[in-house]
């Protein structure tokens, strides 16, 4: 990293780009917004000082953008484009493997044959299935065993694309630490580390507060009160999808493994909304994770961080 440089990140949109200006004590020398245009950025590239590196999130609007900005910086940067990619192209793979186990259920169904909908896809009984039922039709016995090889193809490769994440050196030391949280897994960890990432070149200080990484991740909804009335509204469409879905569906299980969170579910359960709990955990879970890495520490009980608590 050289003293005399400035380090600019860029969060790309559609209509918008906003941009960040560092030096490299990491202080802030510019911060703002410019409209997603060749002229705007041809403006904006003249006020910024020099030497400068760029660096953007990959998007579908990255490609003309790195291209008009490479001659007015000594280094353009994507962050993370190919391990992003990675982990959607997993996301592809479980899709796939999602498809070919309905696909199954619906073998089974149509030709009405009985079966244990929670064991159907562990190997030896489905092998049993197969093999000794009188009831699975020989019309379909190829098909079932086609979508069951697919499925055990997609495991493997699942498999082999999350190791591979999980052994990149610029990942595993924040990945480590991310998965002393109780409940949260591998994938969790990769995601989230692959949004802070983008986001601020592997700073997660863009988010000022836990609430900001709250409404960034789309796990909050708008109030409107009127009386004594407060109405909840749906869960932001302003979102990352991706860390979106990812979140929820961990929240689902995280209570199992962590006590606190199990509370916090708990707690909420008992006003009589399941996908309000849900949510209410996977925000803690954001609130966890925003600690870790600010701190540079693995987890430990509530209390028990050196600091400031997360803001």
């Not at 790309?12 to 490299?24: E, F, G, L, N, P």
């Not at 004594?228 to 302003?238: A, E, N």
């Amino acid at each position: 990293m050289r003293d005399d440089m400035y380090y600019i990140g860029l969060d790309v949109h559609k209509r918008t780009i906003s941009y960040c200006v560092k030096d490299a004590a990491g202080h802030v020398h510019q911060e703002g917004k410019i409209g997603s245009t060749r002229r705007e950025l041809d403006a904006w590239i003249k006020t910024l000082p020099q030497p400068r590196t760029i660096a953007m999130e990959a998007t579908i609007f990255t490609g003309w953008i790195y291209d008009h900005l490479l001659p007015h910086a000594e280094k353009v940067k994507v962050a993370i484009r190919d391990r992003r990619r990675t982990l959607r192209y997993r996301n592809l793979v479980l899709k796939q493997m999602v498809q070919m186990k309905n696909r199954i259920s619906g073998l089974l169904m149509e030709t009405g044959v009985s079966y244990n909908k929670q064991r159907l896809h562990k190997l030896g009984y489905f092998t049993e299935l197969i093999s000794g039922n009188e009831e699975v039709d020989e019309s379909i016995r190829p098909l079932l065993k086609l979508s069951r090889e697919t499925i055990v193809r997609s495991q493997r490769l699942d498999y082999a694309l999350v190791s591979s994440l999980e052994r990149d050196p610029l990942l595993a030391e924040r990945l480590k630490r991310l998965r002393t949280i109780p409940g949260v897994g591998p994938i969790t960890a990769l995601t989230w580390a692959l949004l802070t990432w983008a986001l601020e070149i592997g700073d997660v200080s863009r988010f000022q507060s836990v609430k900001q990484a709250i409404s960034y991740c789309g796990l909050c909804s708008a109030e409107r009160s009127s009386a004594d009335k407060l109405v909840r509204m749906p869960i932001s469409k302003q979102r990352n999808k991706h860390i979106q879905q990812t979140l929820v569906e961990a929240a689902k299980l995280a209570p199992r493994y962590n006590h606190e969170l199990a509370l916090v579910y708990e707690r909420e359960q008992q006003r009589g909304n399941k996908n309000r709990a849900t949510l209410a955990v996977a925000r803690k879970m954001v609130a966890y994770m925003l600690a870790v890495e600010r701190r540079k520490q693995n987890f430990v009980l509530k209390g028990e961080f050196s600091g400031t608590a997360a803001a």
